[in-house]
């Protein structure tokens, strides 16, 4: 089993729809969370942070639920600009060293 | 926000060269630094951790004689890419870790294509 599962997508959406991410853990020691967003050929770029009593920046949600070791991600009136994969992040300090644990990622297409 | 700098950002080589590529923070030290590789539509995996000083601890799987990681002072971090042979072709990013904000920076990584 993969250390992060995200949907496979891709999510192929009109302007304006509302589109959900999920993405799950296998390690339950794992401490932080996040979303990532990377365009095409680029590095990744934080997104937002994930945190328990969930979170909103604008037009995206984050939610976290350790005992089901689930995250998710809303986008709320989807723009073209949104177009891009989405990379759920998980933070597991390991042999005394942080890691950053990436998802596979899941791409969303946003279409006039 | 932090700044990290990769160079070069694209480079072509013949099959059996070796390939360095560089890692700089620019306005901020990390004594952690972060290799990547992505190959195409699969996410990032890391490679390696680099500690300033010390030597890098590599992933399972990932061959410490083959990809050098030298970690010589605060703001740089080198990955030579040794012998390199077409499958080494791949998205090549790292990343520095600041406590200052306790988040990792990307580089904008670099390409590599060995032919």
């Known amino acids: 089993r993969k250390e992060v599962e995200q949907d496979p997508g891709p999510f192929n959406v009109p302007e304006g729809a509302t589109v959900a991410f999920n993405c799950t853990y296998s390690n339950s020691a794992s401490q932080s969370f996040f979303w990532y967003r990377q365009d095409c050929r680029k590095e990744p770029k934080l997104l937002m942070s994930v945190y328990s009593s969930g979170n909103e920046d604008g037009r995206f949600t984050a939610q976290l639920n350790r005992a089901s070791q689930y995250i998710s991600l809303l986008i709320r009136d989807s723009k073209l600009s949104d177009s891009a994969t989405y990379l759920c992040?998980?933070?597991?300090?390991?042999?005394?060293?942080?890691?950053?644990?990436f998802g596979a990622g899941t791409r969303l297409a946003v279409h006039p | 926000g932090a700044v990290v700098s990769q160079h070069p950002s694209r480079v072509i080589c013949k099959s059996g060269t070796s390939v360095k590529i560089e890692c700089r923070s620019l306005?901020?030290?990390?004594?952690?630094m972060f290799w990547y590789r992505q190959f195409p539509k699969q996410s990032l995996m890391l490679m390696a951790t680099s500690n300033e000083g010390s030597k890098a601890t590599y992933e399972q799987g990932v061959e410490k004689d083959k990809f050098l990681i030298n970690h010589a002072s605060l703001t740089l971090s080198t990955l030579t890419v040794t012998s390199a042979h077409p499958e080494d072709s791949s998205f090549y990013i790292c990343?520095?870790?600041?406590?200052?904000?306790?988040?990792?920076?990307f580089g904008p990584g670099t390409r590599l294509t060995v032919l």
């Open positions: 306005d901020f030290q990390a004594t952690t």
């Open positions: 992040v998980v933070y597991t300090i390991s042999g005394g060293y942080n890691k950053l644990i």
């Open positions: 990343s520095a870790w600041t406590d200052r904000t306790d988040t990792q920076y």
